[in-house]
């Protein structure tokens, strides 16, 4: 400031002493004023300088000029400095927040006052079909057209949540997306959304598995109880007796069956997988398979054609009685659903890329292709009245179903109305390892089905 005066001075008194010497009084009087207007005209330019400094948007460059006009420039670098590393960090603030919510498991969507989308994470565009550039600045009601959603959005009162089908759904996926809106700030809304078809599904199987547990266990004990009823009521016949007693124990085996598969799935679920430790020879496991469908074709008074190809000389690791109990479930399923005069056919062989194939091929009356991809689910039945007459738990092919995936196996099943089926469990080369009790035979090849 100092400095800012004694220029203004200076130019006063070199006008006022050029002017005096050029024209004495009448010439200080202008003297003084061209000083004058010199001294603004260059503050002006300075001034000037600043001004268009700022408009080209220059405050991290150099500051233009000296004196105070530079020291306003100076200040006024150093505040906008401040503000902009201001706005970075909170921009950078605000870029991780949306990341986060981007990385979110649920759905989020901002609305605006009228319910227009300002902004929604890529969940959310998956949960309702959005496009998260195009559908910005969209009316929400005009995206989801869901009518529970419309009645829920309208009403109000956002306490709980509505479900409603999500985008991509099918009458063989259906999709199901909780949604549930949380208002905010002035009239804006935070929407908040969830995939639920894994719990609704998981909550239908528990429904569906109590029913179907309830329903296997009331027919047998139906027909226990009226046949205790009978006997204790009615003086029979010892021959006819002893029909009531067999069939009444045929019952209760098959309650036993019921519950022995059960337990059987609830610790396959509820255990650990088997490690490598132990080792079961293909060849064992399938003698013992061969003589449990031989007994069970005789106690079923079935005439068939049971063939056990010899199996290549190899041991698989993993849990001997699991690995028996998947292997007999699918060589008892294909003796009970051939009928008489079929052809069982149990083979094993080695694959190309070192992997053994089990398969199981029977000449029963095949299964239809919309029938397959549920046959591994409990208590699905393609036809209720035969697996019954077969005596059947509607378990057999779930068990296999857990005990191939916990050996990392894989189930492969070919089958055909009319043409019979095949069941395959293909197990990997890791698991294998030659057997030293047998010499290595050539590989069999299953007979086509």
């Not at 007999?328 to 062989?349: F, K």
């Not at 053994?356 to 591994?376: F, K, Y």
Request: hydrophobic content about 40%.
């Amino acid at each position: 400031m100092f400095w800012r005066i004694a220029s203004f001075l200076l130019c006063l008194s070199s006008g006022g002493v050029l002017g005096w010497a050029l024209g004495h009084e009448a010439g200080a009087a202008a003297g003084l004023a061209g000083g004058s207007l010199l001294w603004f005209g260059i503050d002006l330019a300075r001034a000037t300088q600043v001004v268009n400094w700022l408009r080209r948007g220059a405050p991290a460059g150099a500051t233009p000029g000296s004196g105070v006009w530079g020291q306003v420039a100076d200040r006024v670098r150093r505040v906008l400095r401040a503000r902009d590393a201001q706005a970075a960090e909170a921009g950078q603030r605000l870029q991780e927040f949306l990341s986060a919510i981007q990385a979110s498991p649920n759905g989020v969507v901002l609305l605006d006052a009228d319910g227009r989308i300002e902004w929604c994470n890529h969940t959310a565009a998956q949960h309702f079909g959005f496009d998260p550039d195009r559908d910005l600045q969209q009316l929400i009601g005009n995206l989801v057209r869901d009518p529970a959603f419309s009645s829920y959005y309208a009403g109000g009162n956002y306490s709980h949540e509505v479900t409603l089908q999500g985008a991509g759904t099918s009458s063989l996926r259906p999709v199901r997306i909780a949604v549930h809106l949380h208002p905010y700030g002035e009239g804006r809304k935070l929407m908040l959304s969830r995939d639920v078809t894994a719990v609704e599904q998981a909550d239908t199987m528990r429904r569906d598995f109590v029913a179907n547990v309830s329903h296997e266990i009331r027919t047998p004990l139906t027909v226990l109880a009226g046949f205790v009823e009978t006997l204790q009521s009615i003086d029979l016949p010892q021959d006819e007796r002893q029909r009531y007693l067999q069939m009444m124990a045929q019952q209760a085996q098959r309650m036993q069956s019921l519950v022995n598969d059960l337990l059987t799935l609830s610790r396959l679920e509820g255990s650990p997988p088997p490690g490598a430790a132990e080792w079961s020879a293909v060849g064992s496991l399938l003698a013992q398979c061969e003589y449990d469908a031989r007994s069970l074709a005789k106690a079923m008074g079935k005439r068939l054609e049971i063939t056990f190809a010899p199996p290549p000389a190899v041991e698989v690791s993993g849990s001997p009685t699991e690995l028996l109990s998947a292997l007999s479930n699918l060589v008892s399923n294909a003796v009970r659903y051939t009928p008489s005069g079929g052809e069982v056919v149990v083979a094993a062989r080695r694959l190309d890329d070192g992997r053994l194939e089990l398969a199981v091929r029977d000449t029963g009356p095949g299964i239809a292709p919309e029938h397959i991809p549920r046959l591994t689910e409990r208590f699905y039945r393609v036809d209720r009245s035969r697996s019954r007459e077969t005596g059947g738990t509607g378990l057999g092919l779930a068990i296999v179903k857990h005990v191939v995936q916990r050996h990392g196996a894989e189930l492969r099943i070919d089958s055909a109305v009319g043409a019979g089926s095949t069941f395959a469990i293909v197990f990997p080369a890791a698991r294998l390892r030659p057997s030293a009790n047998f010499a290595q035979p050539a590989a069999t090849e299953p007979a086509a089905g």
